[in-house]
């Protein structure tokens, strides 16, 4: 069992930053940097989507739409990760979630760790990131 915990959300203004931080613990068997981590983010009355994710090997994907805004990052030592958004949007406004998944499980089904991917079986409850005009 891994338990994530999201912070780092807040109110800003359009153009801001925010660097948003996942702590995992009760990793036991291994540690999170044998882990897919991810970000996905949910606006209000719209689905969850993937903005980011890095894989154990450090390959990082990212979706389009945050492309050259958003920057994912871990600290394996810490049990860490990271997203620092710039230059920040209305649009960027809603509910971020961490997710995890180990890296072992994604090789035996043969997929490969990206932004978006349907494998995470972790998730954290969120931290609230919301951007005025």
């Known amino acids: 069992q891994v338990d994530l915990v999201e912070s780092g959300g807040g109110s800003v203004q359009a153009g801001g930053s925010l660097r948003l931080s996942c702590s995992a613990s009760?990793?036991?068997?291994?540690?999170?940097?044998?882990?897919?981590m991810g970000w996905f983010r949910q606006a209000p009355g719209k689905e969850r989507e993937g903005v980011a994710a890095?894989?154990?090997?450090?390959?990082?994907t990212y979706a389009d739409s945050v492309k050259g805004r958003f920057t994912i990052s871990k600290d394996n030592a810490k049990d860490s990760l990271y997203l620092d958004i710039s230059n920040l949007k209305p649009e960027d406004t809603g509910m971020y979630y961490c997710?995890?998944?180990?890296?072992?499980?994604?090789?035996?089904?043969?997929?490969?760790?990206?932004?978006?991917?349907?494998?995470?079986?972790?998730w954290g409850r969120g931290t609230q990131v919301t951007v005025s005009p």
């Open positions: 009760g990793v036991t068997y291994t540690r999170l940097s044998n882990y897919c």
């Open positions: 997710a995890a998944i180990n890296a072992d499980i994604l090789i035996l089904r043969g997929r490969e760790c990206r932004s978006g991917g349907n494998d995470f079986n972790y």
């Open positions: 890095i894989g154990n090997d450090g390959r990082i």
